[in-house]
């Protein structure tokens, strides 16, 4: 089904690869099948492995990983540019297995797979520059140099919701420092996580180098990567509360970790904002990928004088949107991801409702059943409702209405999440107080657009640990090693 879809068929694999050897459904006995959300058929079964291939995957990595370190980075950036070349050639195989397994329009799946190669892009140039330091010594005779080596074999778990994006800038970063990669994608998506590594494979990065495991036991693979001595590090994507976990798990042996965790986005509209560009910068921040990303508005805050205004022009652009299959002509809003994520989004609105907001547009299962959900404004929003609080990872926009800057910095801040914030002004000066003011990773300021390679993407409080993207983004992957050298 899938395969007669694509251009290159080989990029559609039913196998898993563990440590240099593609393992097949038969050969792991057990398996699990991937379904398409928009329609439910089943378009691949895949083997279900066990902890003895995570464990083989490791051993494989800890070998692979010394010979792949000693390489220099101008070997390891040529391997990423022709991974890079091979992505974009591939680009359109690529986002037809994204949207068949994840549901997003296939234009966004598209765009997906261009931001996903742009971190390899980007860390393979980077691989030349891993740079070190060199500190005037403390005593006559000492001369004090400081460098930077890989961290080893690093474990990735990586969330549905970006099935190809969240990987590579995983992946690219690990790989262009000289690290291996023992990557899990979740089990609703490792379609595009295989074909990643189809197109690794022939770029040259070397057999065990990246692992990518096949399994629907997510925590027993968790628990291996957390507390088997040869895995260095943990990156991990996903929910907080399994972040949780993986740092309680990987305290043992203080296991070094990435984490992008949950967000709870505020995007403010000030009564100076630009309302056209403001509607623009909700409507791709709120229902990009049907609102199930970590940096979506999750709380709109609106200034009292264009409350009205703000709500009426963005109803009249969400009922624009077409909800269907993500490869029919003109979709904009694909299915969520399973009947878990609609009866979560279906509960926050009742809630929301019941307490006294009110449906300005949508607010239901959409018509064409399924895993569909009609993109949806509440207004009249308030603090006691629960999407004041959690994430809605739907098409949902909760309006909430302020009076004051410090009033709505106070209410953005109320969260223990931190990862991205959006507001709109056209005051510098205060652009300036409440960028500085907002308690987030991330501050859009007057764009609903904030994910590239060449910067630092991450949270502060419970929203995550290290960054990924940018030259920050190497730091996460290298240890620093200072060298004092004596008697000069
Ligand atoms: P989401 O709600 O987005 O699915 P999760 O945090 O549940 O977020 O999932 C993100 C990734 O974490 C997936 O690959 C999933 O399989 C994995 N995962 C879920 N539970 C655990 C666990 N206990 N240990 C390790 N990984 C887990």
């Not at 909760?398 to 109320?414: C, H, Q, R, S, Y």
């Amino acid at each position: 089904l899938l395969a007669s879809k694509l251009k290159d068929a080989s990029l559609a694999t039913d196998k898993a690869l563990v440590g240099g050897e593609w393992v097949s459904a038969s050969d792991s006995g057990k398996t699990f099948e991937v379904t398409n959300p928009a329609t439910g058929d089943v378009i691949a079964v895949l083997p279900d492995l066990g902890k003895a291939e995570v464990t083989r995957a490791i051993d494989a990595a800890d070998k692979a990983q010394k010979a792949w370190a000693k390489k220099t980075g101008k070997e390891r950036a040529g391997i990423l540019r022709k991974l890079f070349d091979l992505m974009v050639a591939n680009a359109d195989d690529l986002a037809t297995i994204l949207t068949m397994e994840m549901g997003k329009p296939w234009p966004e799946a598209r765009g997906e797979i261009l931001y996903g190669a742009s971190y390899v892009e980007w860390f393979g140039e980077e691989a030349k520059r891993v740079y070190g330091d060199t500190i005037p010594g403390h005593q006559a005779d000492k001369r004090i140099m400081v460098i930077r080596q890989p961290i080893g074999v690093v474990g990735a778990i990586t969330p549905w919701n970006f099935p190809n994006a969240m990987l590579a800038r995983k992946m690219a970063p690990a790989i262009a420092v000289g690290c291996a990669m023992v990557s899990k994608p979740a089990a609703q998506t490792p379609l595009s996580a295989l074909a990643l590594a189809i197109l690794a494979e022939r770029a040259g990065v070397p057999a065990g180098v990246f692992s990518v495991l096949t399994a629907t036991d997510a925590a027993m693979v968790g628990k291996e990567l957390c507390t088997n001595d040869k895995v260095r590090k943990l990156t991990f994507t996903g929910s907080t509360n399994v972040g949780k976990i993986l740092m309680r798990q990987g305290a043992d042996q203080i296991l070094k970790l990435g984490l992008e965790l949950g967000g709870n986005a505020p995007f403010i509209v000030f009564d100076d904002a630009d309302l056209d560009a403001a509607i623009e910068g909700a409507m791709v921040s709120k229902y990009r990928n049907a609102g199930q990303t970590c940096v979506c508005a999750n709380r709109i805050y609106v200034q009292a004088g264009v409350y009205d205004a703000f709500a009426e022009k963005l109803a009249a652009k969400v009922a624009a949107l077409k909800v269907g299959d993500g490869f029919g002509e003109g979709v904009t809003t694909g299915p969520l991801i399973d009947d878990k994520a609609l009866s979560k989004v279906s509960e926050l609105v009742a809630d929301a409702t019941s307490k006294g907001a009110s449906v300005a547009t949508g607010g239901n299962g959409s018509e064409l059943g399924g895993l569909f959900f009609q993109p949806t404004i509440l207004t009249g929003v308030t603090s006691a409702m629960r999407v004041a609080r959690e994430e809605i990872f739907g098409p949902v926009a909760p309006l909430f209405k302020f009076e004051t800057e410090e009033e709505v910095i106070a209410m953005a801040n109320n969260t223990e999440f931190g990862l991205a914030s959006y507001f709109y002004s056209k005051d510098v000066s205060k652009i300036f107080r409440v960028a500085e003011a907002l308690e987030y990773g991330i501050v859009g300021i007057n764009t609903g657009l904030i994910s590239t390679e060449v910067a630092p993407f991450g949270g502060i409080k419970q929203s995550g640990l290290g960054r990924e993207g940018s030259k920050y983004g190497i730091d996460d992957y290298t240890e620093l090693k200072y060298m004092c050298l004596g008697g000069v």
